[in-house]
Every structure is written in C-alpha cells, then in structure tokens.
C-alpha cells in the first residue's frame, strides 16, 4: 500500500506539468501540442522498446488493441481536450472541472469494479469525497475571484464541454488501466508503458503530419513544422514526453499494480495538487488563504480515504429445487 501510494505520488508530480505546458505555448494550437507531445512520447519509446524487446513480444493481439484504445482516449482524446479547454476559459476554470476527477473515478470504480478488489463502503467513503470535494471548490473560488477575465460566450461554453468531455476521458483511462494490470500481474508496468507508448507514435506522427497540412491551409503565416518559436515547443514536447508520458505512465502503473481500483480515484489529487504547485510557481506567488485551505481539504481527503479497507462483496447464490 505505501509502495503503491508513493508511485501514485511520483506519476502525479510528472502529470501535473501539463496544466502548465499549455500557458508556456499559448500561441500553438491545441492540436499541435497534443499531437507533437505524444509523437515525442513514441519516439523516446522506441528505444526503450529495443531493450524490453522479449517481453513486448509475450503481449497478444487483443493486449496491443487495448494499448491502442488507452492510449488513443486517454492520452491524445484527453490532452487534446485539456489543452484546448485551458485556452478557451483558462487554467482556473479548467482544473476546476478536472479536479473533480478524484470523487468522480472513486464513485465510478465504487459502482463498477467493486466485484474485483472489494467494495468501499459509502459510508465510510462518503467523508473522503465530501472533503476532497471542498477541497476542490476552496481552490476554484480563490482561482475564480482572483483571475476574473471576461471571456466570449461561444468560446468560454466550448471550453467548458471540452472540459467535462477530458474528465469522462480521464474517468475511463486509469480504471481500465488498473484492470488491465491487476489481470495481468505477470507482465511489468515498465513493458506496458514501452507499448503504450509504441501504439501511440503511428497516431501522433499521422495526426501531426494532417494538423500541419490543415494550418499551411489556413494559417499560411504560422511557420511549419515547429512554429514560430522551434526550440521552446521541442523542448516542451520532449520534457513533456519524457516526464508526463513515459515516466508518468510507469510510476501509475506501478501504483495500480499495488492498489485496489477503488483507490485509484483519491490519488488522482496528487496530479492536482502538482499543478496548483507549478502553477504558482509559474506565476512567482504564494497561494492565498483560501488555497492553503483547500489544499488542505484535498491532502485529508485522500489521507482519510487511505485508511479505508476494501470490503469484499457477497454473492448470494439461488439454488432451484
């Protein structure tokens, strides 16, 4: 259990920085990020692919499609989503909504995985996700009242859909992730990660390639295929590759290898909390009251939700006579 929590808390140190990526290249459309992310994710993976040759080889046919859904939903769909909601409503408003990952994929793994790792009960998971949920909200109100910018309507309800569409992505991808390991305790996180990444260069390097061709139509004046400021975006890509993609990916599937699906939710905060950490970092400021407040919600609410112990369910059986 603390083996699996302090990985979950290395994945979520890694994933938190992509709140920040999109604010360091607001000039690259959301497509482009997304894509040229992933495409860095494949190309680190292809030499680690080389040196885990032998156990990739083990993976069957229909293990290699369920890497290609995850990685197509829950990294391309998902960070497509994310990017293009930060610049539509802007960072605050858009981790409101994907800060409610923690109660919605521990109410979601509650309700349909319970019959594999044991079910927590809700009365005892109830004060987990009410103080996670506060925690949330404190954050986003001190976010909100202190980044009020009008924004248009259009854009601003465009941003909250693609949004909620990133929190229904993210919902799916660490459950069925989790499952994916629990069933298959003999292969290594390690590998899965490697093979994740692989599936995803094809995708990445055809979405680049059509998303580039869609701007030399559109926006002949945006240079190709690096943008006008080449070294920054490469050197964005590539950390975020390395470090949100591959490392991330690894440390969470470690973390899920060790825990019950039910607990996979709450740790989710931990992604959170590393953006709010970067973010202020980035803008060279202390978190006000308000913020401490809810972070401290937020820390409780998963150190309460750590101490809770799966329940296996009980089937009844009905014997006919």
Request: charged share 10%; aromatic share 10%; net charge positive.
């Amino acid at each position: 259990m603390f083996t699996g929590v302090l990985f979950a808390l290395s994945a979520g140190l890694m994933w938190g920085l992509i709140f920040v990526g999109p604010l360091l290249v607001p000039d690259y459309p959301a497509a482009l990020q997304s894509t040229g992310r992933y495409l860095a994710f494949g190309l680190i993976a292809l030499p680690l692919a080389w040196l885990d040759r032998r156990r990739l080889k083990r993976l069957l046919r229909h293990d290699w499609l369920e890497a290609l859904k995850l990685t197509a939903i829950g990294n391309l769909l998902y960070y497509l989503c994310l990017a293009s909601a930060i610049q539509r409503t802007g960072a605050p408003v858009s981790t409101m909504i994907i800060g409610t990952l923690p109660v919605v994929i521990s109410v979601t793994a509650n309700l349909f995985y319970g019959q594999h790792d044991g079910r927590l009960a809700w009365h005892k998971l109830m004060p987990a996700l009410l103080l996670i949920a506060l925690g949330l909200v404190l954050v986003n109100i001190a976010e909100l009242q202190g980044n009020a910018v009008p924004v248009d309507k259009w854009r601003y309800g465009s941003g909250l859909a693609l949004a909620l569409l990133a929190v229904a992505c993210w919902t799916w991808f660490p459950l069925r992730n989790a499952r994916w390991l629990r069933e298959h305790p003999d292969q290594r996180p390690t590998t899965w990660a490697t093979a994740q990444g692989l599936v995803t260069l094809p995708l990445a390097l055809l979405g680049y390639l059509l998303i580039c061709g869609q701007l030399a139509l559109t926006q002949p004046e945006f240079a190709l295929p690096f943008g006008p400021r080449p070294v920054v975006f490469v050197g964005l890509m590539l950390a975020l590759g390395l470090f949100c993609s591959w490392i991330g990916a690894l440390c969470w599937n470690e973390a899920s290898q060790r825990l019950p699906t039910v607990l996979v939710g709450p740790l989710i905060v931990f992604e959170i909390l590393a953006g709010l950490a970067y973010t202020f970092m980035l803008r060279q400021a202390w978190p006000p009251l308000l913020t401490v407040c809810g972070i401290g919600c937020l820390i409780g609410g998963v150190v309460y939700a750590m101490r809770i112990r799966p329940e296996p369910m009980v089937v009844s059986l009905s014997v006919e006579k």
